[in-house]
């Protein structure tokens, strides 16, 4: 009688686990030197995976739901014992129960700057912190490279591990991403899907993935804000030399306010005021030369813009031009052309001697007055010519 209840007692008849703290990962059943007898009963419950493991290999897994354990539902597990069907002996084997749902809410920081290349700014420093989340992925692969032979995994354990790899990761995920340093802070919803894909392969190494990437904050150094700042302020400003007029008219109207007392005031307020004068004066020589640069572009513009009639085809064309592009007629108005009363040649009517005789153009009326070349009549008496 106390042999049977002993032996009965080295028999598991029921295995099951129920989850009572909010981060356990892993969680090994208390066998110890007992053994399983066949035809027990084994229960997983969701978010659970049982796995068994026989001399440190893993025999068999089971999910969700209520088994009863035979050599049909254990394949693997009869294969390396060599059972015969229908054998129904206790066995020994570890049974580790797997939590698969998700473990949110995982802070994570950046405990020194990380570097990154922005074209804007070259080299930048920058720290952040946020939120992840995780879950088992793959149970075997957990075993095999985290877990080993502990009772208990929490989530505690592997946290770290999982921080190293989002922190040394973050700095190529936002180069992949290619966001510049002054975009950051709009683009955390980005950052953060470039980011699960870097990291993702590195969590499925110890059978985890990560289910959530959430980035709280990115912070840059005091100096790289400050020049932010400044390049803000600059564009706000807008046009710098009409700015530079603004600023110079300000600081002579508050020169002029000041009632400085004494000669050594008045010198004061007259250096200040040859100051002031010549920047007031340099920003409207600045403004002048732009006036005048706009002024001789539309100049240009006009003038290239400008047509006439061809006088051949009447086609519009630039006012500048020599030859019509339509017809090909030239457009250049010539010098007329008189006759040289001497041998007759066709010269021009401004020429005062002939190019080929040297006949003198000058003709002389008898009232004394000296007509244009070529003119038939005179100007004064119109006597003909």
């Not at 068999?60 to 060599?82: A, C």
């Not at 007031?280 to 047509?307: I, L």
Request: proline share 5%; glycine share 10%.
């Amino acid at each position: 009688m106390v042999f049977g209840r002993f032996a009965r007692s080295q028999f598991i008849e029921v295995i099951e686990w129920v989850d009572d703290s909010p981060n356990t990962l892993v969680y090994r059943f208390p066998v110890e030197d007992k053994e399983i007898k066949m035809n027990a009963q084994l229960t997983v419950r969701e978010t659970q995976k049982a796995v068994f493991v026989n001399e440190g290999q893993i025999a068999d897994i089971f999910d969700p739901g209520r088994y009863e354990l035979t050599t049909q539902n254990m394949p693997v597990l009869t294969k390396l014992k060599s059972w015969k069907y229908g054998f129904e002996s206790p066995f020994k084997a570890e049974v580790y129960f797997i939590n698969t749902r998700r473990f949110p809410d995982q802070k994570w920081g950046t405990s020194n700057p990380v570097m990154m290349r922005d074209q804007e700014f070259g080299m930048v420093r920058f720290r952040a912190f946020g939120v992840f989340g995780f879950r088992v992925h793959n149970p075997d692969s957990l075993i095999k490279e985290i877990v080993g032979t502990s009772n208990i995994y929490t989530t505690d354990d592997i946290v770290s591990q999982l921080k190293n790899i989002i922190v040394s990761g973050l700095s190529g995920a936002v180069a992949e991403s290619q966001i510049p340093v002054l975009d950051l802070s709009m683009n955390y919803g980005k950052l953060a899907e470039v980011a699960m894909k870097v990291f993702e392969p590195q969590f499925n190494q110890y059978g985890l993935s990560i289910s959530s990437f959430v980035i709280n904050n990115i912070s840059l150094p005091k100096e790289v804000e400050e020049a932010m700042d400044r390049r803000t302020s600059m564009g706000v400003v807008g046009d710098m030399g009409q700015y530079t007029q603004y600023q110079a008219a300000e600081a002579m109207r508050d020169a002029a306010q000041n009632e400085g007392g004494g000669a050594a005031g008045a010198g004061v307020g007259f250096g200040a005021g040859m100051g002031l004068g010549n920047m007031m004066a340099g920003a409207m020589n600045q403004s002048m030369n732009q006036q005048q640069g706009q002024v001789q572009q539309n100049q240009q513009q006009e003038q290239q813009t400008s047509t006439t009639a061809c006088p051949g085809c009447s086609a519009q064309i630039r006012a500048t031009a020599k030859f019509c592009p339509e017809c090909g007629k030239t457009v250049q108005q010539q010098d007329p052309k008189i006759t040289c009363p001497g041998c007759s040649a066709q010269i021009r009517a401004t020429a005062k001697f002939c190019p080929e005789c040297g006949k003198s153009m000058q003709v002389q009326c008898s009232c004394g007055h000296t007509p244009k070349p070529g003119a038939k009549f005179c100007g004064e008496c119109g006597t003909s010519l």
